[in-house]
C-alpha cells in the first residue's frame, strides 16, 4: 500500500509561559514508555494551548545522522532515493514509501532535520506490523517512531509531530491511543532504528 506524507504540515506553536511540554494527564499515562509519556504530552499540548501554523522544526541540525540512518535503511532492504521533485495527485510531498517496489522517496530539502525526520517516519511504514490496518493509526504510528527516535539523539520534533497528529484525527478522539495500545511495538521499532543508526555511525 501507498503511504503519503505531505510535505506542509503544521507544527505547534508555544504560547508566552508555555512550559506543558513535561506535563502528562493522568488517565493516559498509567505506564512509563515513551509512547505513553509522548501521548500524554500530545493530549496536554492539545487541551491547554491549540494549534498554530508556524512551519519550522525545532533542534539543530543533525544532517550528519542522514549518511548513517540511510545507510542503516537501506541495509533493511529498503532502496532510498532523494528528488528535487515529489509529487502525486498534483500534491507535493515530503516523502513517501512504495511498498510494492520497497522504496522511500525523499523530497531534497534545505532542512537536513525534515529529511531525517521524513526518512524515519517513511522506514517506520515499512517496519510497522501489518495488523495496524487503519490509516490513521499508522500515520500516528510512524510519526511517533520518527519523533521518539530523533529524541534519542537530541532532536525535539514534538511540535511537528504533535501537528502532524492532529491533521490525523479529532485530537480528542481515543483513537490516537494506538501510542498506548501498541506502545511495545513503538519500543521495539524505535530501539531498532537507534541501534542501527548507532552502529552506523560507529563505523564512520
Known amino acids: 500500500m501507498v ?13 508566552v509561559g508555555f512550559t506543558a511540554f513535561g506535563t502528562v ?22 487541551r491547554n494551548h491549540g494549534i498554530g501554523t508556524s512551519l519550522e522544526l525545532v533542534g539543530n ?11 542503516y535503511v537501506e ?19 515530503a516523502g513517501i514509501y ?31 506490523p501489518v495488523d495496524i490496518s487503519n490509516e490513521s493509526d499508522r500515520q500516528i504510528f510512524a510519526e511517533a517512531v520518527a519523533c521518539m527516535t530523533l529524541a534519542e539523539f537530541g532532536l525535539n520534533t514534538k511540535p511537528a509531530s504533535f501537528a502532524y497528529f492532529y491533521s490525523q484525527e479529532n485530537p480528542f478522539d481515543l483513537s490516537i491511543s494506538i501510542l498506548q495500545r501498541r506502545e511495545r511495538d513503538l519500543e521495539a521499532i524505535v530501539n531498532q532504528l537507534v541501534a542501527g543508526i548507532q552502529h552506523e555511525q560507529a563505523k564512520e
Open 75 to 93: 541495509s533493511l532492504g529498503v532502496t532510498v532515493k532523494r528528488t528535487s521533485v515529489l509529487e502525486m495527485d498534483g500534491n507535493v510531498l
Open 25 to 46: 494527564l493522568s488517565c493516559s499515562t498509567a505506564g512509563t514508555g515513551r509512547g505513553v509519556q509522548l501521548l500524554g504530552e500530545y493530549e496536554a499540548t492539545i
Open 3 to 15: 503511504v503519503l506524507r505531505g510535505v506542509l504540515i503544521f507544527i505547534v506553536s508555544f504560547l
Open 98 to 128: 512504495i511498498g510494492s517496489v520497497n522504496t522511500i522517496w525523499i523530497q531534497i530539502s534545505e532542512s537536513p532535520n525534515m529529511e531525517l525526520s521524513t526518512l524515519l517516519h517513511e522506514t517506520a511504514h515499512f517496519l510497522t
Open 61 to 71: 541540525s543533525h544532517g550528519f545522522l542522514l549518511p548513517a540512518a540511510t545507510r
